[in-house]
C-alpha cells in the first residue's frame, strides 16, 4: 500500500467517522438528558454522571401517554397495509400493463408527493370533516396513506419491472388470474421493496406531527409526537425535558432496532432497478 493511498483511506475514515458522530450526537444527547432531573438538566455533560429512572417510570406511569402510543401503533400499522395493499396493486397496473399514458400517470403520482403538506392542510381538513372521520385515528390513516402513496408505487413499480416477464407468461398459461399473479407469485419476489416501502411508511406515519395535531381535538385520540409535544411540567413556565428526552427514546428505539434488523433488505429496496445488466 503507497503513502498516497495510505493517506487517503485516513482521510475517509476520518470523514465517516466525523459524519457518523455529526448524525448520532443528538440522539446520544437525548438519552444523556433523559437520565437527568431537576438542575442537572441545565448542566453540559458529555459523559453520564448518573442514571435516574424517574422519568422513564413517569411516562410508563402516564396512562395518556401510553394510549397514545397505541394508537400510534394501530395508525401506522393500518396505514402500512393500506398504502402496501394500494400500491402493489397500482405497481402491477404501471409496471406489467401497456396503456396510454402510463409514464405521465406515474410522474404525476411522484409529484403528489412534492407538495409540502401545510399546503394541502385546509382543503384536507375539509375532505375530513365531510366524510365525518374528524377526531378519530382514520382521518389520520386517509392522509397518511395519501402521502405515503407516490413513494410506495414508485419503488414497487421499479421493483417489479425488473422481475422476469417469463414468470408472468408461465403463470398466464396455467390459467393463473391478475390476482392470483400478484399475491402468490410477484409478492413473494417483491420483499425486498415490500419491507422498504413498509418500513419507510411506518416511520413516516409514526413521527408524523402536522396533521396528527390538526384532526384530533381529544386527548383519547392523540398520537406519540402530539402526546410529547403536550407533555407540560409542574407550572406552565416549566418545559419537562427530562420527560420529553425519556419519551422521545422510548419511541425512537424500537424504530432503531426495525431498521437495524431490515437494513439490508432496505437497501436491496430502495436500490431496485438503480443498476441494468
Known amino acids: 500500500m503507497t503513502n498516497k493511498t495510505l493517506r487517503n483511506n485516513i482521510a475517509f475514515y476520518a470523514i465517516v467517522v466525523v459524519i457518523v458522530l ?88 411522484l409529484a403528489v408527493s412534492m407538495f409540502p403538506q401545510i399546503a394541502v392542510l385546509a382543503g384536507l381538513f375539509e375532505l375530513i370533516r365531510f366524510i365525518g372521520i374528524y377526531n378519530t385515528p382514520w382521518a389520520m390513516i386517509l392522509s397518511y396513506t395519501i402521502f405515503t402513496l407516490p413513494f410506495t408505487v414508485w419503488v414497487l413499480t421499479t421493483f417489479m419491472r425488473d422481475l422476469p416477464v417469463e414468470i408472468e407468461e ?11 399473479i400478484i399475491t402468490q407469485i410477484f409478492m413473494p419476489l417483491l420483499w425486498p421493496a415490500l419491507v422498504t416501502t413498509g418500513l419507510l411508511a411506518f416511520i413516516g406515519a409514526w413521527n408524523e406531527f402536522l396533521f396528527a395535531l390538526t384532526f384530533t381535538a381529544s386527548e383519547t385520540m392523540r398520537t406519540v409526537p402530539v402526546a410529547i409535544a403536550m407533555l407540560s411540567g409542574s407550572s406552565q413556565y416549566e418545559t419537562p425535558w427530562g420527560l420529553i428526552m425519556a419519551a422521545s427514546v422510548l419511541v425512537t428505539v424500537p424504530l432503531v432496532i426495525l431498521v437495524l434488523i431490515f437494513q439490508r433488505k432496505i437497501v436491496s429496496g430502495l436500490t431496485a432497478g438503480g443498476v441494468k445488466g
Do not use: C, E, H, Q
Open 22 to 109: 455529526i448524525s448520532v450526537f443528538p440522539f446520544y444527547y437525548a438519552i444523556l438528558t433523559s437520565f437527568k432531573t431537576g438542575t442537572d438538566l441545565f448542566k453540559v455533560n458529555y459523559f453520564p454522571s448518573s442514571f435516574d429512572f424517574r422519568n422513564y417510570i413517569d411516562i410508563l406511569n402516564n396512562g395518556k401517554f401510553i394510549r397514545s402510543t397505541l394508537n400510534s401503533i394501530f395508525i401506522a400499522s393500518t396505514t402500512v397495509v393500506f398504502a402496501l395493499f394500494l400500491a402493489v396493486t397500482a405497481s402491477y397496473a404501471l409496471a406489467r400493463v401497456r396503456f396510454r399514458g402510463r409514464g405521465l400517470l406515474l410522474m404525476t403520482i
Open 170 to 180: 408461465a403463470a398466464i398459461v396455467d390459467g393463473a388470474t391478475p390476482w392470483v
